[in-house]
């Protein structure tokens, strides 16, 4: 597999832009292909079912773009599907959850963590396994936001009622004393501020579109994947009309998102 072919990434639409502006700002020589389901998006809300299928479907438009690596850029995706793509695909595929469960464990001191996340992610429960998974001992506070995504994609990440929907979602984390808090859906690193307002600076909060870098940057050098020289290309398909996508997504990574192509479901 030539280290010059892409690093694919897809989401529900365009929160994982998130992971994919982390993957540019650490791997600048890399090529990528990003694929939003902007045409099915949310997945937070769906049945575990339909997220699989959805992500099978995302990974096979992947893979025919020739990628070497999948990254699963949607929290909700990993939840549900990372294990059977990883034993179907033939090449490497990386979640978000893992990454995210590892930074926290990085940050925290008292071992209380919280996670948010959309229903189908808080739900099946991954956060709360994978940190299971690497420290018994810690205890996981958990909660589903669901307003959160959608007041991002309104462009609202800090006004009033940001902050009073925050305080409403996040009230019950200030009383079990969490020290940790992972923004366990791609769309919730854009409202950090508020979040951090609100909890206050004894909160470290994890992005795990950071941690997620760290991985494949760390997976690319193993496996003597990394393109060596040249500056990347980013391209970008969505599954509906492009306008929205290149709208919001410039909020999530500026000029970078200048265009993106329909592909047909
Ligand atoms: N990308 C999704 C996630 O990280 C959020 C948006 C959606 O519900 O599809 O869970």
Known sequence: MPSSDPIGLFDSGIG??????????????ENTVYLGDTARSPYGT???????????????????KRVKLVVVACNTSTAVALR??????????????EPGARGALKKTRNKRIGVIGTEATIQSG?????????????????????????????????????????ESYLAGFKRSGIDTLILGCTHYPLLKKAIRRFMGRAVRLVDSAEETAEEVS???????????????????????VPDRFIKVGRRFMGERVDSAVRIER
Not at 22 to 28: G, H, Y
Not at 147 to 163: I, K, Q, R, S, T
């Open 218 to 240: 760390r997976l690319l050098t193993e496996k003597s994947l990394e393109r060596e020289r040249g500056k990347g290309a980013a391209s970008f398909f969505v599954t509906d």
């Open 46 to 64: 769906k049945s575990v079912e339909t997220v699989l299928r959805y992500s099978f479907e995302n990974a096979e438009f992947l893979l025919q």
């Open 126 to 166: 991954a956060y709360t396994e994978a940190l299971k998974r690497l420290d018994r001992s810690v205890e996981v506070y958990s909660r589903a936001c669901p307003l959160f995504v959608p007041l991002v994609e309104e462009g609202w990440l800090d006004n009033e009622v940001v902050d009073r929907t925050v």
């Open 16 to 29: 994982g832009l998130t992971v994919l502006h982390e993957i540019i700002a650490k791997l600048p020589r």
């Open 84 to 97: 059977p793509l990883q034993t179907e695909l033939s090449v490497p595929v990386i979640g978000v959850i």
